[in-house]
């Protein structure tokens, strides 16, 4: 490339107006959402970095496809396009598709795992660990120490503790042991990368002990683009051939086609294991649907068959790594606490280094998503001890160990000016993060509180 910029491989082809409420507007929106941000409405935002699941923009050729879906109850051709897909890309023979990933999350573990057993992950995403947890088994986080300190530079921050993960087979004993997961990339530790290298060396534990080895790879492509960038030997690969060697190391997968399924709804459960996939099959029909469209319609599955093949596509991938890193260079210049280097899919900000004076218990990485909103109309989301934090018998809460927001990028949906304005808008909130106050939670659910929780001011 003869230029410098990075642009869009793509051109728009349709478009979605978006405005910004007044201030006032956006004061009542918060007071009536009770300072949540999963309570407004998206009208109400500008720009909406709640997630990048299912938000994406998708292509004319998965429009395409999916004016041509077939509908089929049983046997769907849209199935056997979406079977022959993820087939050849994760190389995995049993393939279940669900209404997305944490209906693949409930159905594997219900299968697999019990009262009292232990799962380790490098960092559980919150549906993850609530699927674990509802199973009554505990839900275990051994991302590298690396991974817990933001500003520290480390091309693999979302590595699993391969030692930790011995230890803790050796603890608990092999048979309390279900089954390792790892998450690529690893979204609540940052949108961090794992390494092949890393992935490798848990299959060979996990081989050692006979546990079966599953990857959360709703972000797979980008974790791939990052081993290309950062690891040795890989410069000259292509990203399928990455992505295939990555499913190949592992026994299954779940995944949320919302993320790097490039759609706006579906998910998939694979494995080799034909026992556990018959089981999870019939769990399937009882919840999700007849096996062959799993609670999708058949427009759906075409829709993730063209997205897994799209998200691979090099001139794709470098943008979109780009366009996440360029906003994370933005912030960053201006002096901006963010979780280095910048993941795959989101900036995250570090609301502990910028809000020093709110405790974890005031939720200081929730009080940062509130301003972002009240400031410029941009919805953010807290991961920290809203999302993680441990409510105690007594009243107090063990904390999160990072309280951060989440600004994620939607795929293919916003230019750089949306970018550019986000940034301002963080560095602008950021100047004022010394008169900005904490919040108690006033209503809240058993589990997976963040999403209905609804707050008040100190
Ligand atoms: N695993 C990871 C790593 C995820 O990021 C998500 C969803 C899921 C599983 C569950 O998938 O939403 O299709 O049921 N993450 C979204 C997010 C919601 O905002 O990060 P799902």
């Not at 500008?46 to 109850?73: C, P």
């Not at 979204?187 to 599953?214: D, H, K, T, W």
């Not at 218990?361 to 441990?390: C, N, T, W």
Request: charged share 25%.
């Amino acid at each position: 490339m003869p230029y410098r910029t990075i642009i869009e491989p793509f051109r728009i082809h349709s478009v979605q107006a978006i405005k910004l409420p007044d201030r006032n507007q956006r004061e009542e929106a918060l007071r009536r959402s009770g300072y949540n941000p999963f309570g407004l409405h998206s009208d109400e935002v500008i720009i909406d970095l709640l997630t990048d699941s299912g938000t994406g923009a998708m292509s004319s050729r998965q429009w395409a496809g999916m004016l041509d879906g077939d509908e089929a109850y049983a046997g769907s051709r849209s199935f056997y396009r979406f079977l022959e897909v993820v087939q050849d890309l994760t190389g995995l023979a049993e393939v279940i598709p669900t209404h997305q990933g944490r209906a693949a999350e409930r159905i594997l573990f219900t299968v697999m795992v019990k009262d009292g057993d232990v799962v380790p992950n490098n960092t559980h995403f919150d549906t993850t660990r609530a699927n674990v947890e509802y199973q009554g088994a505990e839900a275990r986080d051994l991302v590298v120490a690396e991974g817990h300190d933001p500003s520290l530079l480390h091309p693999f921050k979302g590595n699993m503790d391969v030692e930790a993960l011995e230890r803790t087979i050796e603890e608990v004993g092999r048979d309390r042991v279900p089954l390792v997961m790892v998450t690529v990339t690893n979204n609540s530790g940052g949108g961090q990368p794992v390494s092949m290298a890393n992935l490798r060396a848990v299959r060979e534990v996990c081989s050692r002990y006979g546990i079966p080895f599953f990857l959360d790879a709703c972000r797979f492509a980008e974790n791939a683009w990052f081993i290309k960038l950062r690891e040795d030997g890989y410069a000259d690969r292509s990203p399928r051939e990455i992505a295939r060697e990555m499913f190949s190391l592992a026994d299954g997968c779940t995944l949320s086609a919302k993320k790097d399924g490039l759609s706006n709804i579906g998910g998939f459960l694979a494995m080799n294991d034909p026992d556990v996939a018959r089981d999870c099959r019939n769990l399937l029909i009882l919840t999700e649907g007849f096996p062959t469209y799993g609670g999708l319609a058949g427009y759906d599955l075409e829709a993730i068959a063209q997205g897994l093949d799209e998200v691979l596509d090099e001139e794709y991938l470098r943008y979109r790594i780009r366009s996440t890193e360029y906003l994370a260079e933005k912030v960053a210049r201006a002096g901006l606490p963010i979780v280095k280097p910048a993941g795959g899919h989101a900036v995250y900000l570090d609301a502990k280094a910028l809000l020093p004076h709110i405790p974890p218990h005031e939720y200081p990485a929730q009080a940062l998503v509130v301003e972002l909103y009240l400031d410029g109309g941009v919805r953010g989301a807290e991961i920290g001890s809203v999302m993680f934090g441990k409510p105690q018998p007594d009243g107090t809460e063990i904390p999160a160990p990072m309280e951060l927001v989440r600004l994620a990028v939607p795929r293919r949906t916003y230019t750089q000016s949306h970018i550019d304005y986000v940034g301002e808008v963080m560095i602008d909130v950021a100047e004022r993060a010394k008169g900005l106050q904490g919040f108690r939670i006033v209503e809240q659910a058993p589990w997976l509180r963040h999403f209905t929780a609804r707050f008040e001011p100190l």
